[in-house]
């Protein structure tokens, strides 16, 4: 007998455009509106936690922890221009690949 539904399984995690580090705003959810720094990334499920954003209470209340937050959910925030925006990327003179603030044109530094 035929299996359910294909789907696609092995295709490579596509990147996220959040990086490890990044300062990104919470646009939606329980946490809209905080800013805070991308403390994992799981490009697999597509979600990040982000520092004091979402935070749930674990073992009965002792322990608070970040909860994840789909990437759709948070945008970046630009270290030039302070304000939330999508990364394009571009190409440095020296051949390295870099993501660069929409607005303003401020390379993302790491
Ligand atoms: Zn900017």
């Known amino acids: 007998m035929r299996k359910v539904a294909l789907r696609k399984v092995q295709?490579?995690?596509?990147?996220?455009?959040?990086?490890?580090?990044?300062?990104?705003?919470v646009m939606a959810g329980r946490s809209k509106g905080k800013t805070g720094k991308v403390l994992t990334v799981d490009p697999v499920k597509r979600r990040v936690t982000?520092?004091?954003?979402?935070?749930?209470?674990?073992?009965?209340?002792?322990?608070?922890?970040e909860g994840p937050i789909h990437v759709s959910n948070v945008m970046l925030l630009c270290p030039g221009c302070g304000k939330h925006t999508?990364?394009?990327?571009?190409?440095?003179?020296?051949?390295?690949?870099?993501?660069?603030?929409?607005?303003?044109?401020?390379?993302?530094?790491?």
């Open 11 to 25: 295709e490579p995690p596509a990147p996220l455009g959040i990086r490890h580090g990044d300062m990104v705003k």
């Open 50 to 65: 982000v520092e004091h954003a979402n935070i749930k209470n674990v073992r009965g209340g002792i322990l608070e922890k």
């Open 86 to 110: 999508r990364a394009g990327h571009t190409t440095l003179p020296d051949g390295t690949k870099t993501r660069v603030c929409r607005r303003c044109n401020t390379t993302f530094e790491h």
